[in-house]
């Protein structure tokens, strides 16, 4: 079994700071890839943030240069730090994690999400 736990969320002002963190963990033989995905109210689930074991990442267009995110293999967690947030940034942040697990099958897990809110 493989366990994703996000948290950090919160209600902040715009031009403001958050910082996520998503820590995985379970029968986990090595993870792939580690992702923050958000979804706001009548929108589809869309990718923020992703970043591999290697450390390539991949942004959004509407988040580069505001969002970073990064990974600690080793403990098997991920961190998205966002600043400048803005209005349009609210919404539920999702962790998600690509995991080969003990038995060696690939999965994906989902984290139960964390409620991200910019408003003044």
């Known amino acids: 079994q493989v366990q994703v736990v996000e948290s950090g969320g919160g209600l902040v002002q715009p031009g403001e700071s958050l910082r996520l963190s998503c820590a995985a963990s379970?029968?986990?033989?090595?993870?792939?890839?580690m992702g923050w995905y958000r979804q706001a109210p009548g929108k589809e689930r869309e990718l923020v943030a992703r970043?591999?074991?290697?450390?390539?990442?991949e942004y959004a267009d509407s988040v580069k240069g505001r969002f970073t995110i990064s990974r600690d293999n080793a403990k098997k967690t991920a961190t998205l730090q966002m600043n400048s947030l803005k209005p349009e940034d609210t919404a539920v942040y999702y962790c998600?994690?690509?995991?080969?697990?003990?038995?060696?099958?690939?999965?994906?897990?989902w984290g139960q999400g964390t409620q991200v809110s910019v408003s003044s």
């Open positions: 998600n994690a690509r995991v080969r697990r003990a038995d060696l099958l690939l999965s994906d897990y």
């Open positions: 379970g029968s986990i033989f090595s993870i792939n890839a």
């Open positions: 970043i591999t074991s290697s450390g390539s990442t």
